[in-house]
């Protein structure tokens, strides 16, 4: 089993950049794709940035060319960089690993207001 905590959210004027932490803990050997997600209110659960074990990384068009995902091995953390902020980025954002099972952290509220 893996255990997922995501930090790093809060409040942003658009235009602005947060980064989202997601530290993952448990059975990470099995972990073959870690992901972000969001879900703004009144809105489908949205896939925002995906790498797999190999290093691909993949984004939706609403994202792409504003966020980057990344993550550090030796920390067992994945990231998610958020540029040029926009009020429709506001959600809560999900990390989920895809291992022997699929696994969710709590959420981290964005939310980005001027």
């Known amino acids: 089993q893996v255990q997922l905590a995501e930090s790093g959210g809060g409040l942003v004027q658009p235009g602005g950049s947060l980064r989202l932490s997601c530290a993952a803990s448990g059975s990470i050997a099995s972990i073959y794709a870690m992901n972000w997600y969001r879900r703004a209110p009144g809105k489908q659960r949205e896939l925002v940035a995906r790498?797999?074990?190999?290093?691909?990384?993949s984004y939706p068009a609403s994202v792409k060319g504003r966020f980057t995902i990344s993550r550090d091995n030796a920390k067992n953390t994945v990231y998610l960089e958020m540029n040029s902020l926009k009020p429709e980025d506001t959600a809560v954002y999900y990390c989920n690993a895809n291992g022997e099972a699929s696994s969710w952290g709590q959420g981290t509220q964005v939310t980005v207001s001027s």
């Open positions: 790498i797999t074990s190999d290093g691909t990384r």
